[in-house]
C-alpha cells in the first residue's frame, strides 16, 4: 500500500475536484479560451464595476451588446444565470496585472435597461449611447442618453435581429443605378 492509500485509510479524504472558477466580487464567473468572464446581474452591475476599479481595472475598454435572438441555444452561462435576449459586454483593462476581464450582463427583451457606469468609468459615455441607438438598450441615469450614430428620427435599433435588412435603398454616386 502506497502512502496516499495509507493516508485515506486513515480517514483523510483526497480534496475535492473544484467546481469551477471562484467568484468575482459575489458574481460567477467563466473561463474559457483563457478569458475570464463575470456574470452580475442588472442590479449589480455597478458595484461589481466599481469594485473591480478600486481592485486594479482602471480602464472600460469597451462597452457593447449582442441580441441573441437567433443563437439563444449556443451559449454557455455559469449555473444560476438565466439567458436573456439581449447582453450588455463590458471589457475592463488591468495594466498591473496586464489582463483583460470581461463582464456580461444579461437583459430581457421585455425591460432593456441597465444601470449606467458613467459615474464609475465616465469615458462609457458615448459607448452607452451607440448600444441605445444601434441596440435599444437604455443606460439607467446616463447624462445624455440620445442617438449617437443614426438620425435623432429614425425608427428602430439597426443591430436587433429582428430589424429589417435592406429598409432604405443607397444610391452611390457614379452607380448608373439598376439595369
Not at 480534496?15 to 460567477?28: L, N, Y
Not at 452561462?77 to 483583460?100: A, D, N, Q, T
Request: proline share 11%; with cysteine.
Amino acid at each position: 500500500m502506497g502512502d496516499a492509500d495509507a493516508a485515506r485509510s486513515d480517514g483523510d479524504r483526497p480534496d475535492p475536484a473544484p467546481s469551477g472558477p471562484e467568484p468575482i466580487c459575489g458574481a460567477p464567473v467563466t473561463v474559457a479560451l483563457g478569458e475570464t468572464t463575470v456574470h452580475p446581474n442588472r442590479d449589480e452591475l455597478v458595484g461589481v464595476v466599481r469594485s473591480l476599479r478600486d481592485d486594479g481595472w482602471l480602464m472600460c475598454l469597451d462597452v457593447t451588446a449582442v441580441d441573441h435572438l437567433a443563437n439563444a441555444a449556443i451559449r454557455t452561462l455559469p449555473e444560476g444565470v438565466e439567458p436573456e435576449r439581449f447582453e450588455v459586454v463590458v471589457v475592463l483593462i488591468s495594466h498591473e496585472r496586464r489582463e483583460r476581464l470581461r463582464i456580461k450582463v444579461q437583459v430581457p427583451a421585455d425591460d432593456p435597461t441597465v444601470p449606467s457606469l458613467f459615474e464609475v468609468h465616465p469615458g462609457t459615455e458615448a459607448l452607452e449611447r451607440e448600444v441605445f441607438d444601434l441596440f435599444g438598450i437604455a443606460f439607467d441615469g446616463h447624462p445624455d442618453l440620445t442617438r449617437i450614430l443614426m438620425p435623432e428620427d429614425w425608427d428602430g435599433h439597426p443591430l436587433r435581429k429582428d430589424y429589417a435588412v435592406g429598409r432604405i435603398p443607397v444610391q452611390f454616386k457614379g452607380d448608373p443605378g439598376p439595369r
